[in-house]
């Protein structure tokens, strides 16, 4: 035992999803844009600034997937409480998307939506109230499947994917996990202990949460092992996936990777440091290589990049 005192995490009062107040509704999602009127809006834009840069960036993830080479998308939680997932879905299916990968919040936010329907409760109401991430199915269904993983030698995002469709989840056609799970498409879930509402749930057991996470975090090096004319796209996580990505990317540079023409994209609200600098910037200094910055509302940028994308494979 250490000398420090814990919190006893068996103690915490913790409630039914079902009681729970939320704001996000899977009757609100997306559905996916036509590719002809995508491509329509972007030939009628002006050749000038974000729009060129809009029309690069799908240009590239064409001849990308034209070409045989990866095509990553990596996101925050947001990008899932906004209500996009069925166009990422959607690329998935077309095999516009070989891997997504995703911090801890969006794995939770997509497990609800495919389980329950709602998802993304009152923060600070239910901070107060001290009722904030204290549901018991979620929390069990996700450590459950969490363990057992680790006993199987899988990833989160495989074994949170596999148990979604396992259960027959009723909005399972609208989640990332159980979508990537179905088509075989590498689904990898990076967790920092302590920033998920799973993590106090009594029944979290770290060393899984950790091995499995671990294991992600190598899926995801592998992929970039192909990094040569690849395009990874960083979709609203503003520390997490900038942070797992530099480091992936460096091991598989480290393992021989050739980072020429790779092409890397920053799609948030806003610029923040660290996915200009470890996603826009550092990565693309190799010939032919080149980093873009794309701001705008997720709701609003995702469905068309997407539906672009589509309208040219």
């Not at 363990?147 to 399972?172: I, N, Q, V």
């Not at 530099?246 to 020429?260: C, E, M, P, T, Y």
Request: glycine share 8%; proline share 4%.
């Amino acid at each position: 035992m250490g000398r420090y005192r814990e919190a006893d995490l068996s103690k915490l009062r913790v409630g039914s999803v079902a009681d729970r107040p939320t704001r996000v509704r899977v009757e609100d999602f997306a559905r996916p844009l036509d590719p002809a009127a995508a491509r329509a809006v972007l030939a009628a834009l002006p050749d000038q600034l974000a729009a060129r840069a809009l029309r690069e960036v799908v240009a590239r993830v064409v001849a990308a997937r034209r070409a045989g080479r990866p095509v990553l998308a990596m996101l925050g939680g947001h990008v899932v409480k906004v209500g996009v997932s069925p166009c990422l879905v959607s690329l998935m299916e077309r095999g516009a998307v070989t891997h997504l990968a995703m911090n801890g919040a969006a794995a939770i936010h997509d497990v609800e939506i495919a389980r329950v329907g709602r998802t993304s409760e009152d923060v600070e109401a239910n901070l107060h109230a001290g009722t904030f991430g204290m549901v018991d199915e979620t929390g069990d269904f996700m450590n459950d499947a969490a363990a057992e993983a680790a006993r199987r030698g899988e990833g989160l995002g495989e074994a949170w994917g596999r148990a979604l469709e396992a259960c027959a989840a009723p909005h399972r056609d609208v989640s990332l996990l159980a979508s990537a799970w179905r088509l075989g498409v590498p689904a990898t879930v990076h967790v920092a202990l302590g920033t998920d509402t799973i993590h106090h749930h009594p029944r979290c057991d770290g060393a899984a949460l950790g091995a499995c996470s671990l294991r992600d975090f190598r899926i995801l090096a592998a992929t970039l092992a192909e990094a040569r004319g690849a395009v990874a796209l960083n979709l609203g996580s503003a520390v997490l996936m900038p942070e797992v990505f530099l480091k992936a990317l460096a091991v598989a540079r480290n393992l021989g990777a050739d980072l020429a023409d790779l092409t890397t994209v920053n799609l948030d609200q806003i610029q923040h440091y660290r996915p200009r600098v470890n996603v826009v910037e550092r990565p693309t200094r190799a010939a032919g290589a080149k980093g873009f910055a794309l701001t705008g509302h997720h709701e609003i940028l995702v469905p068309l990049l997407a539906a672009a994308v589509l309208a040219e494979l």
